[in-house]
Each structure stands twice: as structure tokens, then as C-alpha cells.
């Protein structure tokens, strides 16, 4: 059974940096692409970022590049989202998910229960 444990959300004042992290077990991490996927209140999903198995590939969505950087620990287990100049439109639940299938660019199967990121002064 695959667990995703996300971690690191909190309250932050906007232009301000969080580290979230998702620390995985139950499924050979390192084999898995690995995104993060965003719900603000009120409102749909929204893919944030992808990291391919050895992190030598990464994908953002235009509302976070340059301020947001996926990355992954395979030692460890764990992958990252580190997130600078933090506005109030990054509000949301933080889901760390991976597809259903090894080594495959897909859609996402299994999700963690999240982790809320509050940006507001």
C-alpha cells in the first residue's frame, strides 16, 4: 500500500518561502515520476510541478516558475517543493501525488491527504 505523507505548510507572509515536503513508503520511489497538485479554497485542482525518477526532469506551471523548484531525495524517500516570493493566490491544500504505473509520464493514481499553505499578512 503506497503512503504519501506531505509536510512543511503553515501560515507565511507573502514574499515569504516554505519547503514542503512528501515523504513516500509502501513503492519504489525512485521509479516514480512524481508531481505536486494544488486545490485553493473554493476552487479545482491545479497541477503545480513535475519531477521525472532521477530529477534531472522538471515541469511548472507558468503561475509558479521561477518562484517554485521540485526536487527529490531517492535515498531518502522524500521529494520537495521549495517555494519562494510567495503570493496570496498560492492559498491552498498542497497534494503530492504519483501515477499508478513505474517509469510512466501519467496521470496521477495516488495522493497524500495534503498539506495547507496560508499566505497572508
Known amino acids: 500500500q503506497v503512503q504519501l505523507v506531505e509536510s512543511g505548510g503553515g501560515l507565511v507572509q507573502p514574499g515569504g518561502s516554505l519547503r514542503l515536503s512528501c515523504a513516500a513508503s509502501?513503492?519504489?520511489?525512485?521509479?516514480?515520476?512524481m508531481y505536486w497538485v494544488r486545490q485553493a479554497p473554493g476552487k479545482g485542482l491545479e497541477w503545480v510541478s513535475t519531477?521525472?525518477?532521477?530529477?534531472?526532469?522538471?515541469y511548472y506551471a507558468d503561475s509558479v516558475k521561477s518562484r517554485f523548484t521540485i526536487s527529490r531525495d531517492n535515498a531518502e524517500d522524500t521529494l520537495y517543493l521549495e517555494m519562494n516570493s510567495l503570493k496570496s493566490e498560492d492559498t491552498a491544500v498542497y497534494y503530492c501525488?504519483?501515477?499508478?504505473?513505474?517509469?510512466?509520464?501519467?496521470?496521477?493514481?495516488?495522493w497524500g491527504k495534503g498539506t495547507l499553505v496560508t499566505v497572508s499578512s
Open positions: 509502501g513503492a519504489t520511489f525512485s521509479s516514480y515520476w
Open positions: 519531477i521525472n525518477t532521477s530529477g534531472g526532469v522538471t
Open positions: 501525488t504519483k501515477p499508478a504505473y513505474s517509469s510512466s509520464y501519467s496521470s496521477p493514481a495516488d
